[in-house]
Every structure is written in structure tokens, then in C-alpha cells.
DNA sequence: GGCTCGGGTTGGATTTTCAAACTTAAGGCG
DNA sequence: CGCCTTAAGTTTGAAAATCCAACCCGAGCC
């Protein structure tokens, strides 16, 4: 992928660039799960396989993803999650609490947290510790020569 | 896109379904930021304008955002954000807190929050309030008929 | 010898993506 | 009036990414 991304230059955009492309996250997802084989990823993802192999790759020269080999003859490796890949745990609980709510009927899967309940996530900020809203942030572009392009 | 999705029945997969497509959340977020007009989030995303119309209508049956119409003769729309749509700022704010620490060297931005402080985001568990820590969670799948593979 | 397992690679058809040019319908300017 | 601009796309034709099935290779098992 290209390392100079077009518009506004936005930690979003990079992070997308790194981990948005099919696939991507949910291999991390397989591999968040304790899924380490490049088989059950595949099965468990429906990922094709010369897809799922080229995103590892791609994961890995990125920092997401290390892969370890656990076998001399013939050659066989696993991949685990570098911190940067465990701290896309923080993005995967997002799109799972808001694809339980808007994109599917029922949750196909929950997860139990160790307080006792069923997770249910909300993003708050660490200085007040107040849930995040959207009226509460004031953007400051700190990129010179990018120079804000209609409102807002 | 095909609506019976290959591999773990996820939520996680089912979010990327509709809002995992190239430019598909730059828009989001750049109506996000209160930019509504289709020139204004081209530029501003960088999107090729055939992909991003195919985005925004596919966002829009989706239910993510609403076109409005502001004129006739000549007709002209604009984008804003359904609930849904608004939603997804969570994913957006951990896709950037994420991006600021692992996919740029330095924040092209910031967010002003409403207590004073820059904004550094937490995923948390909303019935006792903790960060959420991978090692704290169990996963339960409700889905008949779909046996794991692999460990985990 | 022939099976399976694991981690891929290869080939060829199908889809997506892209950038640039074009369209349509006003509105403003001189 | 003629010409430029704004706005929201659509069209075009070529390049890139995706998909699926089949193949490969080295063990270990029966």
C-alpha cells in the first residue's frame, strides 16, 4: 500500500491503510482467539487462502503480526499478536458491540467479562473518564499545509 | 455484497460487511465532522468519486447515513449520520487512538475534549467500569451448528 | 504405497478500483 | 448573450485485487 495516503491526513486513514484491507482484521480476530494456525484462521475467517497468506505477510511487515516457526522439516510456522496486534482488541470490541447492535438480529457470540456480566463496551476518555460524545470534541489539525477543505 | 458470511458467525464480520469497504468509514467520518456535501468528503477522503458514490449508497441502505435532499432543479444532496452512523464513532475513536500509536510517527490531529484534556480513549466494560484486558474475557457462541475449529 | 496434515503457491476468470473526462442544471459576471 | 463556476454525480478503459480450485512438498501414520 502506499505510505503517503490522499486527504486529510488522519490517524484513521493510517491506521486503515495498515489494517483495512478484507480480511485483515479478522485474522487478527482468529488470532486474538488463540488461533494461531494458518489453516484454522482460513477455515475460521472464509478467507481464500492465497488472500489470507498475502495479508499475513502484510500483517506482519506492518507489526501486527509475528510468525513464529515451531517446526524445522518440514517447515511450519504460527502467528501470535505483537502488542501492536493486541491492541487492536480495543477496535475489534468497538465493531463488535456496535455490529451486535446494528448489524446483525441477535449476537451470534457474547462474551463473558470477568466482573461477572456479559460485555457490553463503551469508549470514554482516560483523563475524566466520561463516555466520549460527539458534541464534546473540538478537532485541531496539526498538519501544516493542510489547509481544512468545507466546514468543519 | 453477499449477506451470509463465510466462516465464524461474528458480529465483527457482519460490521465489516457493511462498513469495512475501501472509504467507506472515511466518509463516515468525514460527515462525522459535520462535512456533508459530496465535493467535500471527495476531497477530503481522497475516494475516487465513483467509489465514493457507490459507498455513500452503499452506507445508506445499509442505515448508516441518510441522504437529503437540499434543492431541486438542480437536484443536490447531502450526507448526515443515522444513528447508527453516529455509532461508529467509537470504532473511528479507537481506530485513531490506535493509528496514533502504532500507523504515524506523530498525531496529524488531536481532539479537544470537553474536560480540558487532549483525548487519549479506553474501551471499558459498561457494568463495572474497568478497561477491558484480553485475558478477562470468555467467549460464548450462540450460533447452533457452528463448531469451533481449532483451539480457542 | 497411499492416506492425511500443514502451509502454503499457481493459474485463470471475475470484480474492484482507479483517474480523468464528461454530463446536467443552475447561478454569477460582464 | 457567452463563459466560468459549483455540485453531484456517470462514463470509460485500463490496472489491480479478489476468488476458487487445483497443485505442491515434506513428514508421519497405517
Redesign the pocket.
Known sequence: ?RDDL?GRPCSVAAALNLVG???ALLAVREISFGNK????IARNTG?????L??R?RALESAGVVA?RQ?SD??????YELTQAGDELRAVLLALRTWGDKWAVDTPPSVFGHSCGHDLDTAVICRHCGEEVRSDELKVRVLTPGWTRRGPA
Open positions: 500500500m490522499p484491507e478484507k480480511w494456525r494458518f489453516d484454522v478467507a481464500p487462502r492465497d488472500r497468506a498475502a499475513l510468525r515451531y522439516h518440514p517447515p511450519r510456522y504460527e
